[in-house]
């Protein structure tokens, strides 16, 4: 098999869960998917849009969306206390607004909640923004890699892999470079991995950001 299993897809049922909760039947399963990444999408933009221009870390780390008959429900851990949270319950009713417009669902209730994570940087999500923002400024590689193993050493993982692939640093001929810290147990089923693959796209051309942190074991 390789190592070319999405972590969370291999550890499904047994240490870890799934970040959309819902049933349908064959034939709508489709549809449902695609309303998923609708207001993951939704959302994403409008972070995006209503952000302070200093930062380029949005600060999502992962969107859980839980849907009943009459009623969708969505989870959002964010990492930081952005423009987002500043003035909360308008934002979040703006938001909720944008979303039921996007979706043009009738018939069921759109319930948005907010929830602060504790480690932003411990979160792989947010570690793979932070790498883009130091590779759209032309800050080498290597350096960008380091930084983001420096900050999540200090939000108590135990291990951390993270591999850029692409026309690193302009050259000519596309490769991966990748470097380690500390136990990455890809094989091993009771280990609880984070796992994010991130696009971003450079003057050179896309590059991909693939990072596993190892948070705990059971």
């Not at 949005?58 to 969708?72: C, S, W």
């Not at 291990?159 to 692939?165: C, D």
């Not at 810290?181 to 089923?189: D, F, K, M, S």
């Amino acid at each position: 098999m390789g190592q070319k299993i999405n972590p969370l897809g291999f550890r499904l049922g047994t240490t870890q869960g799934h970040h959309s909760l819902w049933f349908a039947q064959p034939k709508n399963y489709s549809e449902g998917l695609q309303e998923d990444q609708k207001i993951r999408d939704c959302i994403k933009n409008y972070v995006q849009k209503n952000m302070r221009i200093s930062s380029s870390v949005e600060g999502i780390a992962r969107i859980e969306i839980q849907k009943r008959i009459d009623l969708i429900q969505v989870i959002i851990y964010i990492g930081f206390q952005k423009l987002l949270l500043e003035n909360r319950p308008r934002k979040i009713e703006e938001l909720q607004m944008n979303v039921q417009k996007k979706l043009n669902c009738v018939n069921r209730k759109l319930n948005i909640a907010i929830t602060r994570i504790a480690n932003p940087y411990g979160n792989p999500n947010i570690l793979a923004e932070f790498i883009a923002g130091q590779l759209k400024n032309r800050v080498s590689f290597r350096k960008a890699m380091k930084k983001a193993i420096e900050l999540t050493e200090q939000s108590d993982t135990k291990g951390i892999q993270v591999q850029i692939a692409g026309r690193i640093d302009g050259k000519e001929i596309a490769r991966v470079e990748w470097i380690r810290e500390g136990r990455v147990p890809l094989q091993t089923i009771g280990a609880k991995i984070d796992y994010c693959s991130y696009t971003v796209r450079t003057i050179y051309g896309v590059l991909g950001i693939k990072i596993w942190i190892f948070v705990d074991e059971e």
